[in-house]
């Protein structure tokens, strides 16, 4: 079967059309997870099936895509992501943040600052960020009717007895507008500030538990805490080995087996952008190690 | 080390033309052909047609070539086919009573209209490994009779003559669409059923077994089992009647339950109901018994917390392209949310040892 045998952007239109409407319907209800009628794509769940169906139905021909996972262009399901919508959407890509029209992400946050008209659609495995506490949909369905979120706040005070501080370190819940308890996704905690007020649109898909959620322009997402605990987003206490960043977000590799280890920024394209005008960190050399042996 | 990571394309494609070479195997070994695959590894095929929830021999065989043997892989190829062909007309609902019967038993009376017919099953075979089919001998050919062409009434329309097995009333409700709906629960029984027969084998399984030992008893029998081919119509509003479109194979098992009665129902004997494409007995069975575990609710039994009762349970975990899908999604990169955790531990850890200090200081 050639790729002509293909919509563009592989989803038909019909189901497009489907996945907008729950999408809107997200928009107006900040936070609000949609029930959608979740297709089989050809990657398999848990791969992104919810933000590739997100993705394909905002992808315009004009649009510029980016993709990324863990924060860099590179790794294996980033590079597959792309690939698909290249050879069913011709679309251009783009591995800079500030190019990007529509930005596929898992687990990150890109650290360049979001714009206005820019779409950051995020892959969702669990939406439900009540999911752990209790594991029936028809409850939970219930508890955000009713806003009864106290078990989420008895689960954060027990954390604090238990641990002298909350052990939530990624997919960290947030508040929208004052009234949705929602998931981020797996992102670090470190990069819930920009969830809220973000000039840019933020879509949620979650592929197999057919759910779509959204924060449009400039809601306001709060991290849950208490007043005499409050939310502190964190990273490895380090810079970044490459190019030197101080509050970029850090990924740590082992690089011999007696201990010895570097930090390097996650978001490939901002460490590489910061190098590219100059900036050097503890381990980068102007030869960089391109090839592996 | 940092390096290792990146070139993600490069390792894609060559892991790729590896997985191609390790599929065709041994290049001097004869390749497998799709149609060998339909005709000699039917049964594989079938599950394939029922969890992949499309009726197509063919189609199912090149997933399974394809799928290097991987049943639930195959599955999945097959799923992401579907969901891209168009829904052109929904069939009317098939009359198993008029089906062409190759097998047909009944556990509950040893004869009955229609007869017992045993058909093609390993059920008195020994299970002794046949190496004459490693020579690749000829099979003799099987006796036949001629066929019949009377309908074969079904077990549980005698029961009900008498008034001993709760009434099953027909509808013409149009049944929701798992394929074109999200799921919503609490699922009516149509759903229930769908989810069910698309649902994976070992788990639905797993499932009616449990209910066996007790969790969730039901007290089964089978009243009858049937396999064998039923036509296809579709209503063709031009035309103003149906239009026969062709012919599946089907298992339909049909369980009647022993049931002294409950608060709200006389005693009587109920029903558990499976249909799955092609030859799939063990599973038609055994979604027969999930599905009289789920009706505990209309039947006015107490639910005792078993699995097999719980409809949130078995409904949102039987897909196995779901459930392999998010299972094994864990492989793909997490060191972003590791970091987070590693931290996590660090300070924690941190703050233990810092405890102990001032302890042992005190």
Same mark, same amino acid.
């Given at each position: 079967?050639?790729?002509?045998?293909?919509?563009?952007?592989?989803?038909?239109?019909?189901?497009?059309?489907?996945?907008?409407?729950?999408?809107?319907?997200?928009?107006?209800?900040?936070?609000?997870?949609?029930?959608?009628?979740?297709?089989?794509?050809?990657?398999?769940?848990?791969?992104?099936?919810?933000?590739?169906?997100?993705?394909?139905?905002?992808?315009?021909?004009?649009?510029?895509?980016?993709?990324?996972?863990?924060?860099?262009?590179?790794?294996?399901?980033?590079?597959?992501?792309?690939?698909?919508?290249?050879?069913?959407?011709?679309?251009?890509?783009?591995?800079?943040?500030?190019?990007?029209?529509?930005?596929?992400?898992?687990?990150?946050?890109?650290?360049?600052?979001?714009?206005?008209?820019?779409?950051?659609?995020?892959?969702?495995?669990?939406?439900?960020?009540?999911?752990?506490?209790?594991?029936?949909?028809?409850?939970?369905?219930?508890?955000?009717?009713?806003?009864?979120?106290?078990?989420?706040?008895?689960?954060?005070?027990?954390?604090?007895?238990?641990?002298?501080?909350?052990?939530?370190?990624?997919?960290?819940?947030?508040?929208?507008?004052?009234?949705?308890?929602?998931?981020?996704?797996?992102?670090?905690?470190?990069?819930?500030?920009?969830?809220?007020?973000?000039?840019?649109?933020?879509?949620? =898909?979650?592929?197999?538990?057919?759910?779509?959620?959204?924060?449009?322009?400039?809601?306001?997402?709060?991290?849950?805490?208490?007043?005499?605990?409050?939310?502190?987003?964190?990273?490895?206490?380090?810079?970044?080995?490459?190019?030197?960043?101080?509050?970029?977000?850090?990924?740590?590799?082992?690089?011999?087996?007696?201990?010895?280890?570097?930090?390097?920024?996650?978001?490939?394209?901002?460490?590489?952008?910061?190098?590219?005008? =100059?900036?050097?960190?503890?381990?980068?050399?102007?030869?960089?190690?391109?090839?592996?042996? | 080390?940092?390096?290792?990571?990146?070139?993600?394309?490069?390792?894609?494609?060559?892991?790729?033309?590896?997985?191609?070479?390790?599929?065709?195997?041994?290049?001097?070994?004869?390749?497998?052909?799709?149609?060998?695959?339909?005709?000699?590894?039917?049964?594989?095929?079938?599950?394939?047609?029922?969890?992949?929830?499309?009726?197509?021999?063919?189609?199912?065989?090149?997933?399974?070539?394809?799928?290097?043997?991987?049943?639930?892989?195959?599955?999945?190829?097959?799923?992401?086919?579907?969901?891209?062909?168009?829904?052109?007309?929904?069939?009317?609902?098939?009359?198993?009573?008029?089906?062409?019967?190759?097998?047909?038993?009944?556990?509950?009376?040893?004869?009955?209209?229609?007869?017992?017919?045993?058909?093609?099953?390993?059920?008195?075979?020994?299970?002794?490994?046949?190496?004459?089919?490693?020579?690749?001998?000829?099979?003799?050919?099987?006796?036949?009779?001629?066929?019949?062409?009377?309908?074969?009434?079904?077990?549980?329309?005698?029961?009900?003559?008498?008034?001993?097995?709760?009434?099953?009333?027909?509808?013409?409700?149009?049944?929701?669409?798992?394929?074109?709906?999200?799921?919503?629960?609490?699922?009516?029984?149509?759903?229930?059923?769908?989810?069910?027969?698309?649902?994976?084998?070992?788990?639905?399984?797993?499932?009616?077994?449990?209910?066996?030992?007790?969790?969730?008893?039901?007290?089964?029998?089978?009243?009858?089992?049937?396999?064998?081919?039923?036509?296809?119509?579709?209503?063709?509003?031009?035309?103003?009647?149906?239009?026969?479109?062709?012919?599946?194979?089907?298992?339909?098992?049909?369980?009647?339950?022993?049931?002294?009665?409950?608060?709200?129902?006389?005693?009587?004997?109920?029903?558990?109901?499976?249909?799955?494409?092609?030859?799939?007995?063990?599973?038609?069975?055994?979604?027969?018994?999930?599905?009289?575990?789920?009706?505990?609710?209309?039947?006015?039994?107490?639910?005792?917390?078993?699995?097999?009762?719980?409809?949130?349970?078995?409904?949102?975990?039987?897909?196995?392209?779901?459930?392999?899908?998010?299972?094994?999604?864990?492989?793909?990169?997490?060191?972003?949310?590791?970091?987070?955790?590693?931290?996590?531990?660090?300070?924690?850890?941190?703050?233990?040892?810092?405890?102990?200090?001032?302890?042992?200081?005190?």
């Amino acid at each position: 079967m050639t790729d002509q045998a293909y919509n563009f952007a592989y989803l038909d239109e019909q189901t497009k059309r489907m996945i907008r409407r729950a999408i809107l319907k997200g928009i107006a209800v900040p936070g609000y997870q949609v029930p959608f009628a979740s297709r089989e794509m050809p990657m398999p769940y848990g791969w992104g099936t919810g933000g590739v169906q997100v993705t394909a139905a905002c992808l315009v021909p004009e649009d510029r895509l980016k993709v990324i996972d863990q924060g860099a262009d590179d790794t294996t399901n980033a590079v597959s992501i792309r690939k698909f919508f290249q050879r069913t959407a011709g679309v251009e890509v783009t591995e800079a943040t500030a190019a990007a029209t529509l930005i596929q992400t898992r687990h990150r946050i890109p650290e360049t600052p979001l714009t206005r008209g820019q779409i950051l659609v995020y892959q969702v495995p669990i939406p439900e960020p009540l999911r752990f506490l209790e594991p029936r949909e028809t409850e939970t369905r219930k508890m955000h009717e009713l806003e009864e979120y106290g078990l989420m706040h008895v689960k954060l005070y027990e954390d604090i007895a238990r641990h002298g501080q909350i052990a939530t370190s990624y997919d960290y819940p947030v508040k929208v507008e004052g009234r949705y308890v929602m998931a981020p996704s797996p992102i670090p905690k470190f990069d819930n500030p920009k969830l809220s007020g973000n000039p840019a649109i933020q879509l949620f =898909g979650a592929g197999r538990e057919q759910r779509i959620y959204a924060l449009p322009p400039y809601t306001s997402a709060v991290s849950l805490d208490f007043d005499d605990h409050p939310f502190q987003a964190s990273k490895a206490p380090h810079h970044c080995d490459l190019c030197g960043a101080k509050n970029s977000y850090l990924d740590e590799v082992i690089t011999d087996d007696h201990g010895g280890r570097m930090f390097v920024c996650s978001d490939t394209d901002y460490c590489a952008g910061r190098r590219a005008a =100059g900036q050097k960190g503890r381990l980068w050399s102007p030869e960089p190690q391109e090839a592996a042996p | 080390m940092y390096v290792a990571v990146k070139g993600g394309e490069r390792a894609i494609d060559n892991a790729h033309a590896w997985l191609a070479e390790e599929r065709r195997g041994d290049p001097a070994v004869p390749e497998l052909s799709v149609p060998q695959i339909r005709e000699q590894m039917a049964l594989a095929v079938n599950r394939v047609m029922a969890e992949g929830s499309l009726y197509d021999p063919d189609l199912a065989a090149l997933a399974i070539k394809q799928a290097r043997g991987d049943l639930i892989e195959a599955v999945f190829l097959i799923r992401a086919y579907r969901t891209t062909l168009p829904r052109l007309a929904a069939s009317a609902p098939v009359d198993t009573g008029a089906m062409a019967v190759d097998r047909r038993i009944s556990a509950t009376f040893k004869d009955l209209p229609g007869g017992q017919v045993l058909g093609p099953t390993f059920d008195y075979t020994h299970r002794l490994l046949d190496f004459a089919l490693m020579a690749e001998g000829e099979v003799r050919v099987a006796v036949s009779a001629p066929a019949t062409p009377d309908r074969v009434p079904h077990v549980t329309g005698f029961l009900n003559q008498d008034g001993l097995i709760e009434e099953a009333a027909s509808s013409d409700a149009l049944p929701p669409d798992l394929t074109r709906e999200p799921m919503e629960l609490p699922a009516d029984r149509a759903l229930r059923l769908q989810a069910l027969t698309r649902g994976d084998e070992g788990f639905v399984l797993g499932l009616a077994y449990s209910t066996q030992r007790g969790y969730g008893r039901t007290h089964a029998f089978v009243g009858e089992l049937r396999i064998g081919t039923v036509t296809v119509e579709v209503d063709i509003p031009e035309l103003g009647f149906s239009v026969e479109i062709g012919e599946i194979e089907l298992t339909e098992c049909e369980t009647v339950n022993q049931f002294k009665g409950s608060r709200t129902e006389p005693p009587q004997f109920t029903r558990g109901y499976g249909l799955v494409f092609g030859q799939s007995e063990r599973k038609a069975i055994a979604m027969s018994l999930v599905d009289r575990a789920l009706r505990w609710n209309e039947l006015g039994e107490d639910f005792t917390g078993a699995p097999a009762q719980d409809e949130e349970f078995v409904l949102m975990h039987c897909d196995n392209v779901q459930a392999t899908g998010f299972l094994e999604h864990i492989k793909l990169p997490h060191y972003v949310d590791f970091q987070s955790e590693l931290e996590l531990v660090r300070r924690l850890r941190a703050e233990v040892a810092a405890a102990a200090r001032q302890e042992a200081a005190e």
